[in-house]
């Protein structure tokens, strides 16, 4: 896993719902080396700890990565303060395996709940109208990227909890209504573990493979502590890997959730 520390300039930066913000770093050197699927950690200033978020877009072109964060604590905050001009201090790209993309004329379902919905946009993008894009939010106001999303191409399905937006019930739920319709050859899925582990499921009874991103805390981001580690199995033995360096992509057969 390589990566770079460094300041760059934020180019632009808006709040695109409620306590969740987005954000475009010029890094031209970090873009350049950038996946699918991997995250960046940031300084905050007055806190010992980066924060890790996830990449929402890569611009290899311009230079720049695209972030989207919610505000959950002390640390989002300030950062969420930050101005555009300003510089903040990043590692990355960090992760040492993100998703696999395939042919692009391969069909996919990418699935989002809440604050894992940005890590799949550079997905969408490159599957185009070969995608189908079911995306998960509490309610209409915790809703975003859905006008990105169906600007890739994707057929796009909104859940929300309530049914203020979209319709009303679980990401796994429209799975299962895609399933039903037509076997895709892939799924990718990012959300909460519980989320995750229906996911598994339904893609093991359907016969499609599966790739899953974790949200685990993380200290240090590059293996060297233990805050991140969580339960997969290899080779028929369970192994206790670390999300920040091992993943955060593990195929689906790999992880093991605690019940």
Known sequence: MKYTQGIYP????????????????SCPDVAAAAMCGQFVNIKVDGFMLRRPISICGIDKEKGTLRIIFEVRGKGTK???????????????????????????????VIIGGGIGNPPMLPIAQHYGKNAV????????SAVILQ????????????????????????VTDALADCLKKEKPDIIYACGPSVMLKRIIEQAKNAGVRCQVSLEERMGCGVGGCLVCVCRTIRDGEEYYAHVCKDGPVFEAEEVLFDD
């Open 10 to 25: 934020i180019i632009r930066k808006k709040a695109v719902a409620a306590e969740i913000y987005d954000m475009t770093i």
């Open 133 to 140: 894009v079911i995306s998960g939010f509490r309610n209409a």
């Open 147 to 170: 006008q990105d999303f169906k600007e890739s191409g994707a057929e796009t399905i909104l859940c929300t909890d309530d049914g203020s937006a979209g319709r009303k019930g679980f």
């Open 78 to 108: 300030a950062l969420s303060q930050l101005s555009e001009g300003q510089l903040v201090d990043i590692v990355a790209p960090l992760g040492g395996r993100g998703f696999e993309l395939l042919e692009k004329d391969k069909k996919a």
